[in-house]
């Protein structure tokens, strides 16, 4: 329930209605005066103010716009002696909530304070998903201490404010997606749409139609007109993911839309305005894309009036504890296991790893890893074969040494089975014994 503010120099008649609101559930505080009223707001935590219009040391309607000027998320109801219509507009225009007249007001009070609290728990619930949402898509979420990704960071903090054309670089899994969420939550544009399109996703005709939209009757199947994802944009942000993959037929009209702010439907002749930042990213080497005739190089001199280049994870690799322990937390939570470190063996392991997803398989490997894992310390056990292949626990066995096959088949073989030692043991046609008597020789755990 939230609290109350009851603001009425009758005092007899503010014990009434305090009484009374009070037996409803709500925490109720009161006061005299505007000036006792001031002092609660900023000591207290107050949602809802009922006030009366008529006090001694001044004007309720005048006191409801000085409240919703510096305390927003906080509801005004009026009340008055008298019905008084320009008070009443007044009053409405000022912010507040409601206006009721004295004598009326049993019999309403209780819903409308029932109304201003739905309205104040929707606000609150909107302002911490806002909050949620900006922190979520913060440059300060993107996690890495080396040079590459904070010179990364920093151009993008630097670009974000403006209206400039974005192409991101990089390989598949660097985290191309998470900037361009963080530029555009971070510019002018925050509170409009941001609209992502994997270019290679669609057919040429498909992607032209998922982009412009089109009218009713422009090919089979068009029973309606449809909005093009350019206009669900309208006032953000259109991510472009893989441009590199657009078909060359497509790029004049990205083209147009870049330099005109105009576009066409699909089966239509009228031109569209638009209003958009458009923000694209490619793993491809442009250039070269260019010297082969699959890219437009006006285009590309649009697109990358502000060029990032996104680090692979493999150019950074003293961020990979930083992003394994923090993936270790994620599905830690999400799975509601308490594991709260990673062995060494494992960290090195992850660390010497070539990683050619790049950030997205590291997730991926970590999630997997969290499953696999029972015990309280993440360890190599858990780990995919392949990056245990890589780090082998006992340091001192040949590569090509009988033990190093034999270990590496057991490790397989328990990856295999999900850790089952008796099933590994009957798939080897070994004794379960002698298993783990080779566990404890070649130090798994």
Same mark, same amino acid.
């Given at each position: 329930?939230?609290?109350?503010?009851?603001?009425?120099?009758?005092?007899?008649l503010?014990?009434?209605l $305090?009484?009374?609101?009070?037996?409803e !559930?709500?925490?109720?505080? *009161?006061?005299? /005066?505007?000036?006792?009223?001031?002092?609660?707001?900023?000591t207290?935590?107050?949602?809802?103010?009922? %006030?009366?219009?008529?006090?001694? *040391?001044?004007?309720?309607? *005048?006191?409801?716009?000085?409240?919703?000027? $510096?305390?927003?998320?906080?509801?005004?109801?009026?009340?008055?002696?008298?019905?008084? +219509?320009?008070?009443?507009?007044?009053?409405?225009?000022?912010?507040?909530?409601?206006?009721?007249?004295?004598?009326?007001?049993?019999? $309403?009070?209780?819903?409308?304070?029932?109304?201003?609290?739905?309205?104040?728990?929707?606000?609150?619930?909107?302002?911490?998903?806002?909050?949620?949402?900006?922190?979520?898509?913060?440059?300060?979420?993107?996690?890495?201490?080396?040079?590459a990704?904070?010179?990364?960071?920093?151009?993008?903090?630097?670009?974000?404010? @403006?209206?400039?054309? #974005?192409?991101?670089?990089?390989?598949?899994? /660097?985290?191309?997606? #998470?900037?361009?969420?963080?530029?555009?939550?971070?510019?002018?544009?925050?509170?409009?749409p941001?609209?992502?399109?994997?270019?290679?996703?669609?057919?040429?005709?498909?992607?032209?139609?998922?982009?412009?939209?089109?009218?009713? !009757?422009?090919?089979?199947?068009?029973?309606?007109?449809?909005?093009?994802?350019?206009?669900?944009?309208?006032?953000?942000?259109?991510?472009?993911?893989?441009? !590199?993959?657009?078909?060359?037929?497509?790029?004049?009209?990205?083209?147009?839309?870049?330099?005109?702010?105009?576009?066409? =439907?699909?089966?239509? @002749?009228?031109?569209?305005?638009?209003?958009?930042?458009i923000?694209?990213?490619?793993?491809?080497?442009?250039?070269?894309?260019?010297?082969?005739?699959?890219?437009?190089?006006?285009?590309?001199? =649009?697109?990358?009036?502000?060029?990032?280049?996104?680090?692979?994870? =493999?150019e950074?690799?003293?961020?990979?504890?930083?992003?394994?322990?923090?993936?270790? &937390?994620?599905?830690?939570?999400? /799975? &509601?296991?308490?594991?709260?470190?990673?062995? $060494?063996?494992?960290?090195?392991?992850?660390?010497?790893?070539?990683?050619?997803?790049?950030?997205?398989?590291?997730?991926?490997?970590?999630?997997?890893?969290?499953?696999?894992?029972?015990?309280?310390?993440?360890?190599?056990?858990?780990?995919?074969?392949? +990056?245990?292949?890589?780090?082998?626990?006992?340091? &001192?066995?040949?590569?090509f040494?009988?033990?190093?096959?034999? =270990? %590496?088949?057991?490790?397989?073989?328990?990856q295999?089975?999900?850790?089952?030692? @008796?099933?590994?043991?009957r798939?080897?046609?070994?004794g379960?014994?002698?298993?783990?008597?080779?566990?404890?020789?070649?130090?798994?755990?």
């Open positions: 329930m939230q609290n109350i503010l009851l603001v009425d120099d009758e005092e007899k503010r014990a009434l $305090k009484r009374i609101i009070s037996l !559930g709500y925490k109720v505080v *009161d006061a005299a /005066t505007i000036t006792s009223a001031r002092h609660l707001l900023e207290q935590s107050i949602d809802i103010v009922l %006030c009366d219009v008529k006090l001694p *040391d001044g004007n309720g309607v *005048d006191f409801s716009l000085e409240v919703k000027t $510096k305390y927003p998320q906080i509801e005004i109801i009026l009340l008055t002696a008298y019905g008084n +219509i320009p008070d009443g507009v007044q009053a409405i225009k000022n912010g507040a909530f409601d206006y009721l007249v004295k004598g009326n007001d049993n019999d $309403k009070i209780i819903p409308l304070l029932s109304r201003a609290s739905e309205k104040v728990a929707l606000q609150t619930k909107v302002n911490r998903l806002e909050k949620q949402l900006g922190v979520q898509f913060s440059f300060d979420i993107i996690i890495g201490t080396s040079a990704v904070q010179n990364a960071i920093q151009l993008a903090r630097k670009v974000a404010p @403006t209206e400039a054309a #974005v192409l991101l670089t990089g390989e598949t899994g /660097t985290g191309k997606e #998470v900037f361009a969420q963080a530029i555009h939550y971070n510019s002018p544009r925050a509170q409009q941001f609209v992502a399109l994997n270019c290679s996703a669609f057919s040429k005709d498909l992607l032209e139609s998922e982009l412009f939209g089109h009218k009713a !009757g422009a090919f089979t199947g068009a029973n309606k007109d449809k909005k093009g994802l350019i206009e669900e944009a309208k006032g953000g942000t259109l991510f472009l993911d893989e441009i !590199g993959e657009m078909p060359i037929d497509l790029q004049p009209k990205i083209l147009r839309l870049l330099e005109n702010g105009t576009y066409i =439907r699909v089966g239509d @002749t009228k031109e569209q305005k638009a209003n958009l930042r923000i694209s990213a490619t793993n491809r080497n442009m250039e070269q894309e260019i010297d082969k005739g699959h890219f437009r190089s006006d285009l590309y001199y =649009r697109i990358a009036v502000f060029t990032i280049d996104l680090p692979s994870l =493999r950074r690799r003293k961020d990979i504890p930083l992003l394994a322990n923090h993936f270790l &937390n994620v599905y830690g939570d999400k /799975t &509601n296991k308490k594991i709260r470190s990673i062995s $060494k063996e494992a960290i090195h392991a992850l660390t010497e790893n070539e990683w050619k997803g790049n950030v997205r398989e590291l997730k991926n490997v970590m999630e997997r890893a969290v499953i696999m894992e029972d015990s309280e310390a993440l360890t190599l056990n858990s780990l995919p074969f392949d +990056i245990q292949q890589g780090h082998s626990a006992d340091q &001192n066995l040949p590569v040494h009988l033990s190093s096959v034999e =270990r %590496c088949h057991i490790l397989k073989m328990l295999y089975t999900n850790g089952n030692k @008796t099933e590994a043991a798939l080897m046609n070994i379960v014994a002698t298993l783990y008597r080779k566990l404890e020789e070649y130090g798994i755990k």
